[in-house]
């Protein structure tokens, strides 16, 4: 139900953009978010964002850098990661809430055991 695409290599100071597709459930009513893994680490929380989109969240390893959006018409939720750098290297994954009406906290918003829904992830590479 959440299919990420859009990742691939980058150099350093470069950007890339993800997507996420979703289907099957309430997405204007769902927190989303976007969370990387690197080889050896935990899986962290980088940005998410409100059910409205008005809300947005983000890890201070990726403010003023990533940018996180959604378009409910088109059930997307996007990435844009700009001035990449090489510890950004991760499997980006994409998730989503069911109906959640409350508003969270940033550290809610980024903990990975907020979200129920999940894809299968899209490798990001900067070199």
């Known amino acids: 139900q959440l299919v990420e695409s859009g990742g691939g290599s980058a150099q350093a100071g470069g950007s890339l953009r993800l997507s996420c597709a979703r289907s099957g459930f309430k997405y204007s009513k769902s927190y989303m978010a976007w969370f990387r893994q690197a080889p050896g680490k935990e899986r962290e929380g980088v940005a998410a964002?409100?059910?409205?989109?008005?809300?947005?969240y983000y890890s201070e390893s990726v403010k003023e850098r990533f940018t996180i959006s959604k378009d409910n018409a088109k059930r997307a939720l996007y990435l844009q990661m700009d001035n990449l750098k090489p510890e950004d290297t991760a499997m980006y994954y994409c998730?989503?809430?069911?109906?959640?009406?409350?508003?969270?906290?940033?550290?809610?918003?980024?903990?990975?055991?907020?979200?129920?829904?999940w894809g299968e992830g899209t490798q990001g590479t900067v070199s």
């Open positions: 998730a989503a809430t069911g109906m959640q009406w409350d508003t969270w906290t940033t550290i809610q918003a980024l903990d990975k055991e907020s979200y129920i829904y």
């Open positions: 964002i409100n059910g409205a989109g008005t809300t947005t």
